[in-house]
């Protein structure tokens, strides 16, 4: 990413509960207003930066587009664009449970879109010293499922272990595999990308992502269920 340069955001640029969209809007790879934001910039940016296959691409931003989206006719040209702050639109994407985010307060429409300081440093501070595995992402999502009074239901909790395991996959540490500290504090507490990262040579696609995460679902549900049952 060295060719780009990153500004956090102003008081008035638009941002998100998610840390991979408000990362490419301070490195201007999206619009660093984040505001506006096209289909055709959404799915650049996500495979320039994070070396997504072009179909996830769409998934993502079609996904994104459709729940959280404007559409609206400029003249006589349709525009169907995304603010970022629209992604905390509660229950659409945003869930509740997020990991450095807190929940909706109870009939909110929007959840808090700015990270949560004593779960971001629960979590930061949960990172083992040789960096973070996805086994400690699970117990992190488990940790964070098991404040729930009901658990999420099946969308949701796909979209949060995807959203884990494709963070995990995409922003590790090349070197050593695991998610650094640093790397951490960076991109979950700055949106920035961590020193020394570079995109991953590997695209990930559909079906990557897709097994990962049944995978990681597995994984969560057999935590929280053991958890529940040693209460
Ligand atoms: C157009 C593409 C994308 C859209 C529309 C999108 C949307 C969202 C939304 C609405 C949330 C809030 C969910 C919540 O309540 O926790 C979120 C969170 C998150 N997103 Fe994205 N996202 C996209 C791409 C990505 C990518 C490519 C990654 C990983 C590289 C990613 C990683 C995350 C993570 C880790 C969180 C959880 C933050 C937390 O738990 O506090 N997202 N995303």
Known sequence: MDAFSWTPPGPTDSRSPCPALNTLSNY??????????????????????????????????????????????????????????NLALHNRIEHDASIVHADAAPHAKYAPRQVDPTLYHEFVASCPPGGMTKEDFVRARVRRELTLSKPLNLFRSILAASEAVSAFDRVRDPQTGTFTKEGLEAWFGENRFPAHWHVPDEVQTVRSIASETTQFRKEVEEGRKAAQASI
Not at 31 to 57: D, E, F, M
């Open 28 to 85: 201007h790879i999206l619009p660093h207003n984040g505001k506006n934001i096209s289909l055709g910039q959404l799915v650049s940016g996500l495979r320039v930066a994070y070396n997504l296959s072009t179909p996830l691409c769409y998934i993502l931003a079609l996904t994104g587009l459709i729940a959280c989206g404007t559409f609206r006719f400029v003249g006589l040209a349709p525009s169907w664009t995304l603010d970022l702050e």
